[in-house]
């Protein structure tokens, strides 16, 4: 098997972890890198908390649940780190950010593949329109009734957009939720029925009998939260474009001591635009020569699998190997353990599998390859119901078996 193989599996004899234990020790590598550092929808939630004062306590806790992203796990986000090109390269980048952008998100809807055989021209007023939405709509959230209409309207749109051609868990629906505030009560009143809004009355009276004195406390505390959270946002801002230079140096120690809490983070694990798809596939042998596939539930694997539609649903485990197949065996040591449980035939790991060669059985011998996906075209989708081509085969994990004690071992082949 060779030294790739030995190393390989004394790396997972090394660790002995669960699966759950390599997936933490995994992300602690990166803390930033993975659960990302300030997003930019608590950045707007606060400073809406501090520009409507009287609606702070639905903003501070809308914003704090967007943990690690709201706003910048849209489809189309990504292709807003494309401006920090060179203007001569700006318009080739544009065109192409959405284009790659359809077949490359981690999980992907079947409205994706139609989105990516749009004409190019297409994809380039979509991106336009992602810019608008991103940068430049926000601010409007803060003026008065007409701009923050517009503003919820076009953030809706893009939202909806997301949802229907990509799988973001709840991240979509939490960032529409912001924007219901935006829209005046009167608004509302026209558009749900008069028996709701009677009840909403009827509770809006409870909440007031606690007193005008205390409401206005909250207000007061909420409000100035609110404003910590906004000034602390804009410096973690500024240090994700690179500009923490300009910051004084109170700010900045601020910064580095609550870095550790990672109550506030920057925008952005998906920062940057992937142009390819690699996935991994699992396989499983008897006999080291005829391999089968394991077939996830959710992931791109199975070229005949139509990308399937799952938000607010977010399959942990089809997330965390896209990421993996970006990178080498030996950052991701978790899926030594999803090898070793193949090989053990664990009925837990076998739930997350749409379809299992050796459901009676477990086999002899577990691989795990990597290919580079590709949407199909026209004639395969419509003639064959082929969603996907894949090419570039390559080794992720050598072919396993298990020692005596249970334990990975390179297969002797």
Request: hydrophobic share 45%.
């Amino acid at each position: 098997m060779g030294s790739y193989g030995s190393a390989a599996a004394d790396l997972y004899n090394a660790t002995q972890k669960s699966w759950v234990g390599n997936c933490a020790s995994e992300t602690g590598k990166r803390p930033k890198e993975i659960f990302g550092r300030f997003d930019a929808a608590i950045q707007q939630g606060s400073g809406l908390g501090m520009i409507y004062p009287r609606r702070a306590h639905y903003f501070i806790s809308l914003a704090r649940q967007q943990t690690d992203s709201v706003r910048k796990k849209s489809y189309y986000a990504s292709a807003i780190s494309d401006l920090h090109l060179s203007l001569d390269n700006l318009d080739c980048k544009i065109v192409d950010a959405l284009f790659e952008c359809a077949q490359t998100s981690i999980e992907t809807a079947p409205l994706a593949w139609f989105l990516h055989h749009l004409p190019m021209w297409a994809h380039q007023s979509a991106t336009i329109f992602t810019f608008i939405a991103e940068l430049i709509v926000p601010p409007l959230y803060f003026f008065g009734r007409t701009p923050r209409l517009i503003a919820a309207v076009v953030t809706t749109m893009l939202h909806l957009g997301i949802i229907a051609s990509g799988n973001y868990t709840f991240l979509n629906y939490l960032t529409i939720a912001m924007c219901i505030p935006l829209v005046d009560d009167s608004i509302w009143l026209k558009v749900f029925p008069i028996a709701l809004m009677d009840k909403l009355r009827t509770s809006l009276k409870g909440v007031a009998k606690f007193g005008t004195r205390f409401i206005e406390t909250k207000t007061v505390v909420l409000t100035a939260a609110s404003s910590i959270f906004l000034v602390i946002g804009l410096g973690q801002f500024l240090e994700g474009l690179g500009m923490e230079c300009i910051l004084p140096g109170p700010w900045t120690a601020l910064l580095s001591t609550l870095a550790p809490y990672r109550i506030f983070n920057s925008y952005g694990m998906f920062a940057v635009m992937t142009t390819s798809r690699p996935e991994i596939v699992f396989e499983g042998s008897d006999d080291g020569k005829d391999w089968k596939e394991y077939v996830f539930k959710y992931k791109v694997d199975d070229l005949y699998k139509a990308p399937p539609i799952i938000a607010p649903h977010m399959p942990r485990l089809d997330w965390r190997l896209w990421f993996a197949a970006m990178r080498n065996s030996d950052e991701n040591p978790y899926v030594f353990s999803i090898a070793r449980l193949l090989l053990k035939g664990d009925p837990t790991l076998l739930q997350a599998f749409r379809r299992v060669p050796f459901a009676e059985k477990p086999p002899r011998f577990v691989r795990a390859l990597v290919y580079d996906y590709h949407f199909s075209d026209s004639a395969d989708l419509f003639s064959n119901s082929q969603w996907w081509r894949r090419d570039n085969m390559r080794e992720f994990l050598p072919p396993f078996e298990l020692s005596d004690d249970g334990q990975l071992k390179p297969a002797n082949i």
